[in-house]
């Protein structure tokens, strides 16, 4: 049985399987320095974009990262990388870039002055993400055909 220090193998799509802990060194380094690097990504998109009252820049970087996660688990699925790369950029990377607590702040923030924009921005942001994620999910999986 799995315990506390060990994992079971995750299989993929092509029966490979990834053995990797989560408190690994490289793990634990690269998750974090993705971590900073992607919220680092995110603030520099905040400042550099316009801002017209609503929250195009949040939409944006979680559609984004949305797709870019689903084609790392694509090629990821595909190809041998290092056992920190994964986590390095999916939860690392791309955790701090895309931002779930700044949405639900946003929907908070426009639900007083403008109800309706806040309505639309909180369904259609989870429908973009999805949206986004089978689309480039699926492009990866052709693309690596």
């Not at 820049?57 to 688990?73: D, F, K, Q």
């Amino acid at each position: 049985m799995y315990g506390r220090d060990t994992l079971p193998p995750v299989s993929s799509s092509t029966g490979a399987h990834h053995h990797w802990h989560p408190s690994h060194p490289r793990t634990l380094l690269a998750v974090a320095a993705g971590g900073a690097v992607g919220a680092v990504l995110r603030w520099a998109l905040e400042v550099a974009l316009p801002t017209t009252g609503l929250p195009w820049v949040t939409l944006l970087v979680n559609v984004v990262g949305c797709a870019a996660l689903a084609v790392l688990v694509v090629h990821d699925d595909r190809h041998r990388h290092p056992r920190w790369l994964r986590p390095g950029v999916g939860t690392g990377l791309l955790g701090g870039f895309t931002t779930f607590s700044t949405y639900a702040v946003q929907v908070a923030a426009l639900s007083g002055p403008q109800p309706r924009v806040a309505l639309v921005y909180l369904v259609v942001t989870p429908v973009l993400c999805v949206a986004a994620a089978g689309v480039a999910g699926a492009l990866a999986l052709r693309a690596g055909r």
